[in-house]
């Protein structure tokens, strides 16, 4: 398997650790915080789907899956391409209201299958191309795929601790 391989099988797996920390919870479940002050469930994998939407169009010079259709709206949100949950205060954090599991789940898969798509496009060669100046050293794609990679399975992991403290 080339690195490019690696990547695509790499980002496979978010989707069935979302699956398994949302399925089955209702909406309210969705935006509880557990022990008050953490971020709910629904928003962390709202956050690891938005995340990963906006980076990869950027990279790939593609529109966010999230301002295409009505996405935003099955989360109580405008459709706002900066809105991604980065910087996010508390009042923020609760108003990410998914209408259901189902929303955060589908949301997650047309992001998924965006991102396939792309790395379906790339070659080994290709993740060595710069994609931000802005970092010293400056920040690779490669680097970039593996950092939204990263972020997004801490976050799965942590709906899946969450939904354990719902006793769900």
């Given at each position: 398997?080339?690195?490019?391989?690696?990547?695509?099988?790499?980002?496979?797996?978010?989707?069935?650790?979302?699956?398994?920390?949302v399925r089955?919870?209702?909406?309210?479940?969705?935006?509880?915080?557990?022990?008050?002050?953490?971020?709910?469930?629904?928003?962390?994998?709202?956050?690891?789907?938005?995340?990963?939407?906006?980076?990869?169009?950027?990279?790939?010079?593609?529109?966010?899956?999230?301002?295409?259709?009505?996405?935003?709206?099955?989360?109580?949100r405008?459709?706002d391409a900066?809105?991604?949950?980065?910087?996010?205060?508390?009042?923020?954090?609760?108003?990410?209201?998914?209408?259901?599991?189902?929303a955060?789940?589908d949301?997650?898969?047309?992001?998924?299958?965006?991102?396939?798509?792309y790395?379906?496009?790339?070659?080994?060669?290709?993740?060595?191309?710069v994609?931000?100046?802005?970092?010293?050293?400056?920040?690779?794609?490669?680097?970039?795929?593996?950092?939204?990679?990263?972020?997004?399975?801490?976050?799965?992991?942590?709906?899946?601790?969450?939904?354990?403290?719902?006793?769900?």
């Open positions: 398997m080339d690195a490019v391989g690696v990547l695509a099988e790499a980002f496979s797996r978010i989707p069935d650790e979302a699956r398994r920390a089955g919870l209702t909406p309210e479940q969705l935006v509880e915080a557990p022990g008050g002050s953490a971020n709910p469930i629904g928003w962390l994998v709202w956050h690891l789907a938005r995340g990963q939407d906006a980076q990869v169009a950027a990279v790939a010079g593609t529109e966010q899956v999230y301002l295409q259709g009505d996405w935003a709206a099955r989360f109580g405008d459709p900066g809105d991604t949950g980065y910087g996010h205060e508390p009042d923020d954090v609760r108003a990410v209201r998914p209408e259901s599991a189902e955060l789940l949301y997650l898969d047309a992001v998924h299958a965006a991102t396939q798509r790395l379906g496009t790339l070659d080994a060669d290709d993740l060595d191309r994609v931000d100046e802005a970092w010293d050293p400056p920040v690779t794609l490669g680097a970039r795929l593996v950092s939204i990679i990263d972020d997004d399975v801490q976050h799965a992991g942590q709906a899946a601790y969450a939904r354990g403290l719902l006793g769900a």
